[in-house]
């Protein structure tokens, strides 16, 4: 592909019409509208479609725009690197997906690691679905992501697990909801009002069998992915909820609620997912290894 037919396509665009980039540009329209043409050609999709007397993109050409903006952005970041002090140490930018299912808390705590490095780091965080997430890890705008789960078999992404921990679940109360939950654990749940996580959460298919083994009951009042937002309900007195144990602490601490049991037949497992079968990102060593040696001791 000729980057400079590319390039005459992205500022066409990003102008708005032939007139306005050929004077961007300094080149007539007819020289332009030839350029464009030729990478027409190359790939064999029409970029633009007339209307009236303006141009609009067709649905190739959308497509074609959004990798056109990431080459030149990724151009504008080569020459900012390049004139960058002498000596002057580079950030290092570090994009991470955390699935909406994992603990906020808990997120931090695996990725404080990453910026504490002796080389400065640029994070870029951003939260989603797990299969939006891998998405992303497949088209490399992610260098990892923080799961509760591994990476499903059926997902045809080539990318890799990176187990780095496991804890098992504890489950707290609000003090003005403490006299319905009164008595041993788990009986004291039977009747009780819970909030618990979604469907689509690993520990929630462990819980429902944990239920029914132990012969408990309860009303269920909220189905919450978000765990910060299910903590925020369950300080409220709305109902019992879980997080791990790993979190026992600061879960009490920070929402005011006590712990009235744990069990260790409920296990949250977390997991690194990236495209490196062997990790080689800084960051990603840097998280892995803290994560096993200290926040799971694995």
């Known amino acids: 592909m000729n980057f400079k037919h590319l390039y005459y396509f992205w500022v066409t665009a990003r102008a ?42 067709t649905e190739h050409g959308r497509l074609a725009l959004g990798y056109a903006d990431q080459i030149f952005s990724l151009g504008q970041d080569l020459e900012t690197a390049l004139r960058q002090t002498r000596g002057a140490q580079k950030r290092l930018d570090f994009r991470v997906g955390v699935a909406d299912s994992v603990s906020k808390s808990l997120a931090y705590r695996l990725l404080e690691p990453a910026l504490s490095m002796a080389q400065p780091v640029k994070l870029l965080a951003s939260e989603g679905t797990f299969d939006d997430l891998l998405a992303a890890l497949a088209l490399h705008r992610l260098d990892l992501v923080i799961a509760d789960e591994p990476m499903p078999r059926r997902v045809s992404v080539k990318a890799f697990n990176h187990a780095l921990g496991r804890s098992v679940m504890s489950f707290f109360c609000a003090p003005g909801l403490k006299p319905r939950v009164n008595g041993p654990f788990p009986a004291c749940l039977d009747g009780a009002p819970m909030l618990v996580p979604g469907a689509s959460s690993s520990v929630r298919r462990q819980l429902e069998g944990w239920f029914a083994r132990h012969q408990v009951a309860p009303v269920v009042v909220g189905e919450i992915d978000d765990a910060a937002l299910m903590k925020a309900f369950g300080r409220e007195g709305q109902g019992v909820f879980m997080a791990p144990r790993v979190l026992e602490e600061e879960t009490c601490a920070q929402f005011g609620v006590s712990v009235i049991g744990r069990t260790d037949e409920l296990v949250e497992e977390f997991y690194a997912v990236s495209v490196e079968r062997r990790i080689s990102h800084p960051c990603v060593q840097a998280i892995t290894d803290a994560a096993r040696g200290q926040l799971f001791n694995l």
């Open 16 to 57: 708005g019409g032939i007139m306005r980039a050929g004077e961007q540009l300094h080149i007539t329209p007819q020289t332009l509208s030839g350029q464009i043409k030729l990478l027409e050609d190359r790939l064999g999709r029409k970029l633009f479609r007339k209307s009236g007397r303006q141009l609009e993109l």
